[in-house]
């Protein structure tokens, strides 16, 4: 069986950083596309962050591009997100995903949820002002 575990979420004031990883366990994402997305209250899940399995392609939100970075350890199996300058904004459960298998020459990023099969239970990331 597949889990996704976030962690690293927390408070933190604006101006702040975190890092939150990802640790999958029960196969290896091999040719997947791994994501990180963020839900509000009273709000639809927002794309964050999307990595391809080389790592050698990545797309961002336009509300965090600049400020965070996504990476994953292949090795690890665990995907982190770098999160910096934060702001009261970016408050949210904050979930990472994996969409997939895709062909090794795939270069596509996908943005919406529907497309990622796997989902971790979110971690909150709490930005005070």
């Known amino acids: 069986q597949v889990h996704l575990v976030e962690s690293g979420g927390g408070l933190v004031q604006a101006g702040g950083s975190l890092r939150l990883s990802c640790a999958a366990s029960g ?13 509000a209250p009273g709000k639809d899940r ?7 399995w080389r790592g050698d392609r990545t797309d961002y939100g336009d509300s965090v591009k600049g400020r965070f ?11 982190y ?3 910096n300058s934060l702001k009261p904004e970016d408050t949210a459960e904050y979930f990472c ?21 796997y ?3 979110g971690t909150q990331v709490t930005v005070s002002s």
């Open 69 to 79: 970075t996504i990476s994953r350890d292949n090795a690890e199996n665990t995907l």
């Open 46 to 52: 927002e794309f964050v962050a999307a990595l391809n």
């Open 27 to 39: 196969r290896t994402f091999t040719n997947y596309v791994q994501g990180w997305f963020r839900q």
């Open 81 to 83: 997100l770098q999160m």
């Open 119 to 121: 989902w971790g239970q």
């Open 97 to 117: 995903a994996a969409a997939g298998p895709y062909p090794y020459a795939y270069a596509g990023l996908p943005r919406t949820p529907p497309s990622y099969a």
